[in-house]
T-cell receptor
Framework: SQKIEQNSEALNIQEGKTATLTCNYTNYSPAYLQWYRQDPGRGPVFLLLIRENEKEKRKERLKVTFDTTLKQSLFHVTASQPADSATYLCALDDGYSTLTFGKGTMLLVSP | GAGVSQTPSNKVTEKGKYVELRCDPISGHTALYWYRQSLGQGPEFLIYFQGTGAADDSGLPNDRFFAVRPEGSVSTLKIQRTERGDSAVYLC??????????????FGPGTRLTVL
């Protein structure tokens, strides 16, 4: 089964800076990789999906990269705002039809 | 409906009791997923339905857990003889098309289950 590693320590940054979160996986390279945002007491909300043949994907202030050689995805939040504070989850396909989620990394953006 | 809904939002039960958790997916979504999330962890896959049938139930931890989706819309997760270790937030998600990892999943708010 796939093993996913996300930094368990919270990432603290100042408003306006770029936050970079890391997702590493250890087994086979997935065909798809997804990023979700989760606020306390709520279900995850889909942000971006990137395919194995895509190097980079952007959506507004968000950017995701996918390096199958390094077995790593980076998630960037540019011009960060306090409202971006949340836990961000990385999820990979398991080779069948379901997703395996990482533990998530908490992002804290201070004004 | 506008989104995925789950009832109840909170459920407190005693060890050994039976519980049912309900999920109403987004109308028209054929794929439905159940996950379990413990504090500080990501969602853990339990079972995936495509229409009325369970396409993948490999995540169910043991035979105390069972889920149904008789008409291809609403789903119920059933837990028999609950144990304290079953305490967690149970999340439901739905997606359109054939489901799978190529589609985004829409999550409900979850049901927080506490087993005393």
């Amino acid at each position: 089964s796939q093993k996913i590693e996300q930094n368990s320590e919270a990432l603290n940054i100042q408003e306006g800076k770029t936050a970079t979160l890391t997702c590493n996986y250890t087994n086979y390279s997935p065909a798809y990789l997804q990023w979700y945002r989760q606020d306390p007491g709520r279900g995850p909300v889909f942000l971006l999906l990137i395919r194995e043949n895509e190097k980079e994907k952007r959506k507004e202030r968000l950017k995701v990269t996918f390096d199958t050689t390094l077995k790593q995805s980076l998630f960037h939040v540019t011009a960060s705002q306090p409202a971006d504070s949340a836990t961000y989850l990385c999820a990979l396909d398991d080779g069948y039809s379901t997703l395996t989620f990482g533990k998530g990394t908490m992002l804290l953006v201070s004004p | 409906g506008a989104g995925v809904s789950q009832t109840p939002s909170n459920k407190v039960t005693e060890k050994g009791k039976y519980v049912e958790l309900r999920c109403d997916p987004i109308s028209g979504h054929t794929a439905l997923y159940w996950y379990r999330q413990s504090l500080g962890q990501g969602p853990e896959f339990l079972i995936y339905f495509q229409g009325t049938g369970a396409a993948d139930d490999s995540g169910l931890p043991n035979d105390r857990f069972f889920a149904v989706r008789p008409e291809g819309s609403v789903s119920t997760l059933k837990i028999q003889r609950t144990e304290r270790g079953d305490s967690a937030v149970y999340l439901c998600a739905s997606s359109s098309g054939s489901g799978g990892a190529s589609n985004e999943q829409f999550f409900g708010p979850g049901t927080r289950l506490t087993v005393l």
